[in-house]
């Protein structure tokens, strides 16, 4: 007679059946919430991610300027210098759908030339109107670079590379406002709304640097670990930037004080090759193209000095400004 051993397991004629969700997640595992949406796309990698990125830069600024007004209350030409330090602080999702936040420094030179026109008092009111257009041409120089990631796995790392680059941006654009103005014993004092259009074009050469990186896992030691970056990238962008802004001014004497805050809707198209320098690695170069529609919102603060009589066809000034602006903008990208 056929006997069962005590020690033989016992094993269903059918496999027991598994829940559904079970089997979902071993064949798909979870999406983390930050990671963008990818697909391949005639061979390239289509990418969207949806939540934006938010930049945030503290600039502060000091500009000299020059105006001739052949006419009192007529046309006038303008041309200005302008030094600004620019700190970057960058927070955006990153591919493993975690959290990237970057520093970098950077140290702007910008020449601009305006030409304004317009009626300055109507009827004696102190209601003016004026329009006008203007160019601009700047040369930004940045590095070195930190970044610091945090990944859904809790881990983090931190980096830091030189990674210097030069960009040069032209800018032109039109512009027209309405102003109020009051004034009284040496005393002036007046608010205007502005609301310009700009198109913007800009080149960035960005060559790799020297790095190091801190990384930590939860599971593993601490390890520090040199990073080249033999890459050299060139990029070229364009935007187009409709600006809405209010401002008040406050003068007595010489020293004015000026006031203001825009909100600026936009959205930049940009072209970017990067290219390998390890000849060895035999790497063809990356490119992709990405559209990044966003909004500006910015605040400025200026105390100017004239440095000749206010009466006079030609004005010269000089003035300090905190400009701090913040920016949130998506971004969708096609890289092959």
């Keep these: ?186 005393f002036g004092a007046g608010a205007g709304v502005d609301q310009a259009f700009t198109h913007q074009t800009q080149q960035e050469f960005k060559l790799g640097g020297p790095g190091v990186k801190f990384e930590m896992t939860p599971a593993g030691r601490p390890t520090i670990t040199q990073n080249f970056d033999k890459t050299v990238s060139i990029s070229n962008s364009y935007s187009f930037l409709p600006r809405t802004s209010v401002n008040a001014n406050a003068q007595a004497g010489p020293l004015t004080v000026n006031a203001g805050a825009s909100v600026s809707p936009g959205v930049t198209v940009k072209y970017k090759v990067t290219f390998s320098t390890d000849l060895a690695s035999k790497t063809p170069p990356k490119t992709e193209v990405s559209v990044s529609p966003g909004v500006r919102v910015d605040g400025d603060l200026s105390v100017g000095v004239s440095l000749l009589p206010r009466d006079w066809p030609v004005s010269l000034s000089a003035s300090v400004a905190a400009q701090p602006y913040v920016r949130f903008s998506a971004d969708a990208s096609y890289t092959v």
């Design 1 to 186: 007679m056929n006997q069962i051993s005590a020690n033989s397991p016992y094993r269903s004629p059918t496999p027991q059946p598994q829940n559904n969700s079970e089997v979902n997640k071993q064949q798909h595992p979870s999406r983390a919430f930050t990671a963008p949406y990818t697909a391949n796309v005639f061979g390239g990698e289509a990418k969207f991610q949806p939540i934006p990125t938010v930049t945030f830069v503290p600039a502060t600024s000091a500009t000299i300027a020059a105006r001739i007004t052949p006419l009192p209350g007529g046309p006038s030409v303008g041309a200005s210098a302008t030094a600004k330090f620019l700190p970057e602080i960058v927070l955006r999702p990153n591919d493993a759908g975690g959290l990237n936040v970057s520093v970098t420094p950077k140290m702007q030179l910008e020449l601009n030339a305006d030409l304004t026109a317009g009626i300055p008092n109507i009827l004696g009111t102190g209601i003016g109107v004026r329009g006008g257009g203007s160019a601009s041409k700047w040369f930004t120089f940045n590095a070195p670079q930190a970044s610091f990631n945090l990944n859904p796995d809790l881990s983090f790392n931190v980096s830091a590379n030189l990674n210097p680059a030069l960009t040069t941006t032209q800018r032109i654009g039109l512009n027209g406002g309405v102003q109020g103005r009051v004034s009284a014993s040496g």
